[in-house]
């Protein structure tokens, strides 16, 4: 059977790019920056974006291109008979776990863009109340689910329809909508008074607080945000053309991605600063602090429609990512048809899903290693999975694969001079600076220096 690519290359890299901006950076990433100080942590996130994610993003593009396979059939097809393809099975593993408790906040997002489009911030503009609101919904039992399931659905019903018609289609669409949606309330957040010390909060470094925590902090947002280490980008970067230039794709994604996430910095924090509330308040400051912002900022029902609108279409373009990586196994190396595949991966996901959301309330006595369920799934990955498959996966390209063949994959056959030049540079990196930066970094952050 013939395998399906992406149609064109704007498809190819809306898909990648829908794959990279997710809760990431509209979720994560700001409330990171408010934890670990600001543009001294943003600084060290954009250093480490080009210097280590960018190379391992073209490794798992070189690997995916290369074998024109699934996550676990890569490993195989490119080392046949070696141990390597357990490398694949923890890289088909892991997004079935990120995808487990990311549609969890997915869950939320819908329930948040539902509250919004009924106005339920404006017309409640008792700050306190707001607050409780959020602790007292994920602790509750059904209306989570109830999200967490809708969210869910929508992505297998968009992975279903296939790689052309299905993830391309849904991506070309709705990226562009996102990029604008998200531009809009930067101008809003940005023109309010008292936005500028938010504005120089994110741009203005303090290179004092730079310490070994904010570098792992950085390093694993940066992996994160990039999708890196689950197999999520090789699977994409198996369905693109053989005629592509992976270069300019990968730059394009890790741009875009870049981009993204300081753009929806520049929407949330002005805002924060201009209401004078704080930027530390962690996993909430999307789902508690802005609510209370907009419920009272001029047209704030609107821009709370429109913002979680664009987190829920940030959030369904990643989850459906990473939802692919298990179904195009379950195709290519189990002979499922893609219906039943999605089916499959959704059931899987669904309940450990289920477990994750009522971590937070019924089941928050449950303890694995002492975290909840949902944060042992999130520490397990942000802090494990994703750097291990990162080391992993450069170790293959820098170690195990031939330098001719990895070069021919980088330069297409040497059709790209300037991709010759580049990977010069490449291959030093993936060889031995990125191996290293890793394992300190991991190491370090294991023994809590
Ligand atoms: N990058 C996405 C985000 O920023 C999340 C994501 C998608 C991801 N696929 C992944 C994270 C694979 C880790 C691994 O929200």
Known sequence: MQRENFGSRFGAIMAMAGSAIGLGNMWRFPYLVGEYGGAAFIFIYILFSFLLSLPILYCEFI??????????????????????????????????????YYCVIGGWSV???????????????DGMDLTNMFGSFISSTWAPLFGHTLFLLLTAVVVGKGIKGGIEKFGKVMMPVLFIVVILIAVRSMTLSGASEGISYLFKPDFSKIDGKVCAAALGQSFFSLSLGCGTMLTYASYVSRKENIASSGASTAVADLCFAMIAGCAIMPAVFAFGLSPQSGPGLVFETLPLIFSQMPAGGIVAILFFLALLIAAVTSSISMFEVGVAYCV????MSRKWACVTIFMITWVLGILCSLSFGPLSDVKLF????????????????????????VLFVGWKMKKADVEDEFTNGGTFPANRRLFKVLWLIIRWIAPLAILVIFLSNLIGL
């Open 63 to 100: 690997i995916g291109r290369r074998s024109q396979k699934n996550a676990f059939g890569a490993f195989k097809e490119l080392a046949p008979g070696t141990k390597w393809k357990w490398v694949g099975a923890l890289s088909v593993i892991a997004p079935v776990i990120i995808t487990s």
């Open 111 to 125: 329930e948040y863009f539902f509250r919004s489009c009924t106005f339920s911030f404006t017309s409640n503009s």
């Open 332 to 335: 290519e190396e189990r002979g």
């Open 370 to 393: 002492g975290n909840t369920i949902f944060n042992f799934f999130d520490k397990l990955s942000a802090n494990y999975l994703m750097t291990i498959g990162s080391l992993l996966v």
